[in-house]
């Protein structure tokens, strides 16, 4: 008798949609929001290298979401509307930094950083 191992599945692809939602969210925030639950969901059951990414997801989210904040309050006196556009640089950045690493297949090198 053949006994058959399942391996579970690896949630790259799920990584990468939650880049991809994040950089969707822009336009409309809402997918930023499901692409933060996805990432929750999905990171206790990745490997390590993949859980990474997932760390680094969900601080963009909560870090993004403190400069969207703070840019919207400051938005009355101008300057908010420079930290906006500094949050779009910043999100951008980071989700290509992570699909790059992630399409190597490397654990994410800063999951913990705050800038790029």
């Known amino acids: 008798m053949n006994e ?10 799920t990584a990468k949609v939650v880049y991809i939602l994040y950089l969707v969210g822009i336009i409309f925030g809402l997918t930023g929001i499901i692409g933060v ?5 999905n990171k206790r059951e990745a490997p390590d290298w993949l ?16 400069y969207v904040l703070i ?12 930290v906006l556009l500094f949050w779009v640089v910043w999100l951008v950045i980071r989700c290509v930094k ?15 950083g705050w800038l790029f």
């Not at 639950?37 to 969901?41: D, Q, R, W």
């Not at 840019?71 to 420079?82: A, E, K, R, T, V």
């Not at 992570?98 to 994410?108: C, P, T, V």
């Open 98 to 112: 992570g699909m790059k690493s992630l399409d190597q297949k490397e654990a994410h090198p800063d999951p913990a």
């Open 37 to 41: 639950v996805m990432a929750y969901i």
């Open 51 to 66: 859980q990474t990414h997932y760390q680094f997801q969900i601080r963009t989210f909560w870090i993004g979401l403190l």
């Open 71 to 82: 840019g919207m309050i400051l938005s009355i006196i101008l300057i908010g509307y420079l």
């Open 4 to 13: 058959v191992t399942q391996q579970a599945p690896s949630s790259e692809g």
